[in-house]
């Protein structure tokens, strides 16, 4: 296929044309990588890997059709042209910078799914890396879409504050429904496999009173942050209901 005819029928047809063979082979691609890779972790590592060479295709794309283009001289292909740039400025202010910027942060591996994740008066559970966004769920349980873009050496991660050294105390009543022991560390590893709990310092739970129907606990906890303590005590509570 000659690519450098420069007649303008010639010149759109083939910018259709390859367009639609670079989407559909990139597309193929991101379709087979779970019948090639098996692990969900490398998939993702995968697939931000296959990022980048899919933007550089795109742009030697662009750059060598808008080189025809203006080597045409043609009023249709100007026009075209000048549309083609209005087109791709939007999509580089509002998508790519975005994308790139998502892959540079990505490949730092600065955070996690399930880190705690502050950005000024954002702060929540990281839910999601995406690919133009990261999404964090916040004290209200909403996500909010945070363009990396935005993403600054302002952001950090918390563990642990230090106000919250002294934990979060609540009541629990529970069923009796057999050996305290056993339900205490039920109710332990549920705490702790909760995103909002600390991995550095584990609940404590004793027992307040006790009849034969139930059990009154005093339960302290440890939250990464003290804005998701109340989270913590309306999960374990709906986990572990009276009755």
Do not use: C
Not at 195 to 202: A, D, E, G, Q, V
């Amino acid at each position: 296929m000659d690519l450098i005819q420069t007649g303008s029928t010639q010149i759109f047809g083939k910018f259709i044309l390859w367009g639609i063979i670079i989407f559909l082979f990139f597309a193929i691609l991101r379709f087979g990588i779970p019948y090639v890779i098996r692990t969900q972790k490398q998939q993702a590592y995968f697939r931000k890997i296959l990022m980048l060479p899919e933007i550089i295709f795109w742009l030697f794309y662009l750059s060598w059709f808008i080189f025809l283009f203006l080597k045409s001289g043609s009023f249709f292909v100007i026009v075209l042209f000048a549309i083609l740039i209005f087109v791709l400025y939007f999509i580089g202010r509002f998508w790519l910078i975005d994308v790139i910027a998502g892959i540079i942060f990505k490949s730092g591996d600065q955070v996690k799914k399930g880190d705690y994740f502050e950005k000024n008066e954002n702060k929540g559970i990281v839910n999601k890396l995406g690919s133009r966004f990261l999404v964090i769920e916040n004290i209200d349980g909403n996500m909010i879409h945070i363009p990396y873009s935005t993403i600054t050496s302002s952001i950090f991660k918390k563990n642990e504050t230090i106000d919250q050294k002294s934990g979060y105390t609540f009541d629990l009543k529970i069923k009796n429904t057999g050996s305290l022991e056993e339900i205490k560390s039920d109710i332990q590893k549920s705490i702790l496999s909760l995103p909002w709990s600390s991995i550095h310092k584990s609940p404590v739970i004793t027992l307040i009173d006790q009849t034969a129907e139930e059990y009154v606990l005093k339960l302290t906890v440890f939250a990464i942050d003290k804005t998701f303590a109340t989270k913590i005590e309306i999960h374990i509570k709906e986990q572990y209901p009276a009755y």
